[in-house]
């Protein structure tokens, strides 16, 4: 939910606002990446011991490698930026007009059955390349529309092939910094799907008649108030732990919906959200309730993604090809051609 240098912060930061953080970029970045951050560490400590240990040990890397996806919108890397930018957002409204059903109540938003499948409130291509189709057929660009719950199903699947191996060859330090990298890039696109505004076409203001978000600057103050010190989750109860998520895809669908049915929420306390990253701040009790929800509900979201890689890698087999140090002479009999 953390786009310094993305579309989101480009349309919610004013044109001063952009002048200030490029005075201050150390401490601006710190406060916008400081949600980020602390939502990366509570997923990882929440993590039950069934999962590996190095996991918690390096919670650092996890942590770093949380803040990479904004990285990787550089000035100086245009192509990966036009490619990583969409991957962070879903505007709902752009392909469903109807938008999403209300939500259900927030408590159960965090608090998935142990087992059951969540209710789709609207259905998603299975993969990105049938999502792309949708976007043709309904003459939107995918690229404005935004792919991130592929994203998040994506990384979730590379970081269980990365678990598979860390299953088959534990000791290897190599397969488990795969494993930390996978888990901290995973973290970020959770995280950000639990942000109202990155689920809706009214990002940055309500959009008008043209698709067009006016840039009020709501986003920006959104994006900061995870990082705020006075947003305290306190201790989450036992139904907030982390659960094996059955089917994917359905189940980011029904985030997403919950998610954007707090958009009317955001825009009623619009007044209310931070001024800025660094300014004193005494948060109203409402504005104080939605950020702890959200808090929780992005740390519960995440660790249930990994605990869904965890659980997906003891099914998945790897090849003998990619045993640490070995080097085959020759492809393996019967091996084909992937491109
Ligand atoms: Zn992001």
Known sequence: MIDPVSRRLRAAVPVVMIGLLLLTPASAHAWLSQGHARVTRAAVESLPPTLPAFLRENVGTIVGASLDPDAFRS????????????EHFFDLEMVFPGGAPASR????????TPGATQPAAFSLPPNRYGFLA????????????GLLPYAV???TQRLAVAFAEHRR??????????CLVYAGILAHYAEDLTQPLHVTMHYDGRADAGNRSPRSGIHFRVDALLGRPEIEAGPVDGASEPQVIPALLVHLTGE???????????????????????????PSPAV???GVERL?????????LYLTAWDLSSRIKTPDWLAPGTQPATWPAGGSSRR
């Open 75 to 86: 000035p100086l890397a245009p192509e990966l930026t036009a490619q990583e930018g969409p």
């Open 169 to 178: 060859w534990p000791d290897d330090p190599a397969i488990k910094a795969r």
């Open 296 to 304: 929780r509900a992005a740390t519960s979201l995440t660790a249930s």
């Open 153 to 155: 199903t994506e990384w």
């Open 288 to 290: 104080k309730a939605f």
């Open 256 to 282: 997403i919906a919950r998610s954007n049915a707090m958009v009317d929420q955001v825009y009623a306390m619009e007044k209310d959200f931070p001024p800025g990253d660094v300014q004193p701040w005494t």
């Open 134 to 145: 949708l976007c043709r057929e309904r003459n939107v660009e995918p690229n404005k529309v």
């Open 105 to 112: 109540p927030a408590t159960q938003a965090t608090t998935p």
